[in-house]
């Protein structure tokens, strides 16, 4: 049986960084241990791993006979038996003879709650990758996975209107499917649209040594928080309290207390009530 640390965490770029403090207990958990993680390739160079498999999902995991597998992926039961498929020495998740999965509890401690509860020690505060120098641009990131996080695109236009206005120098960002969006957002005020042509470590650069991020529930938001960028976050259908950064750092959290579908085919009715002077307001 292989001298290894599976990890499965099939998911994009925000879920993996709130698994980032997870990650890190078991690096110090099982210090001699090569540390395999079943995810995106891309992500790597941002995690203290030694080797990704290219896993998208729940699995199925091409891999055989770790010593210890952990699901950091989800409750099951698909990520559970992915990993059962893999015949570990050991397996840690939910359930399966693990803790229950527990409702209303914040992405990040329940990846360390699920350590702790097989004896591994982990912090959820250990989120940070590091600090910039704050001397690039306000970051706008208008997308976002589903449409019912997707503040309208007016509204951030209004947004980078007014940056721009201020002298302010202003990157749009985005995924190649979204530079549309990100050129209907820049408009003509001469702010960069970057959206598709960043790779994840340049993407990670900016938001570092950005001043500001201003972008919705979506992965720019946890490597604002990964590297303590200042950010204006703008919550719809979920709650911070579940998805949000931790209190006490320089990020401003909008939200109206009204919770919907995370997955919905439109924009969020309280994300909607967020004005754009809410948003300049707290961006000053």
């Not at 390739?41 to 030694?50: G, K, N, R």
């Not at 990670?204 to 040594?209: E, S, T």
Request: charged share 20%; hydrophobic share 45%; glycine share 12%.
């Amino acid at each position: 049986m292989a001298l290894e640390v599976l990890v499965l965490r099939g998911l994009g770029l925000g879920d993996l960084l709130t698994a980032v403090p997870a990650v890190r207990a078991l690096r110090r958990a099982f210090p001699a241990r090569r540390l395999v993680l079943a995810g995106p390739s891309a992500l790597e160079p941002l995690l203290p791993v030694d080797e990704v498999i290219e896993v998208k999902g729940p699995g199925p995991v091409p891999y055989a006979a770790p010593e210890i597998a952990v699901n950091l992926h989800g409750r099951g039961p698909q990520s559970t038996w992915a990993l059962r498929a893999t015949c570990p020495g050991r397996l840690l998740t939910h359930g399966d003879g693990g803790p229950p999965w527990r409702e209303g509890v914040h992405e990040v401690c329940r990846w360390c709650d699920l350590l702790e509860w097989y004896g591994v020690r982990a912090d959820p505060a250990d989120l940070y990758l590091g600090r910039g120098d704050r001397s690039g641009p306000v970051v706008v990131h208008p997308g976002a996975a589903f449409p019912s996080r997707r503040w309208p695109p007016a509204r951030f236009a209004a947004v980078v209107a007014t940056l721009r206005a201020g002298g302010q120098e202003v990157a749009v960002t985005g995924s190649a499917a979204e530079r549309g969006l990100a050129e209907r957002v820049a408009g003509r005020t001469g702010a960069r649209v970057l959206a598709g042509r960043t790779d994840v470590l340049e993407l990670a650069a900016l938001v570092r040594d950005a001043r500001m991020v201003v972008c919705g529930d979506t992965g720019i938001a946890h490597l604002a928080t990964a590297y303590r960028t200042p950010s204006v976050l703008l919550f719809g259908p979920v709650s911070p309290a579940l998805w949000g950064p931790p209190p006490g750092g320089p990020h401003t959290v909008l939200w109206k207390n009204r919770s919907g579908d995370p997955h919905g085919s439109s924009p969020d009715p309280g994300l909607l009530e967020i004005e754009v002077d809410e948003v300049i307001e707290a961006m000053s």
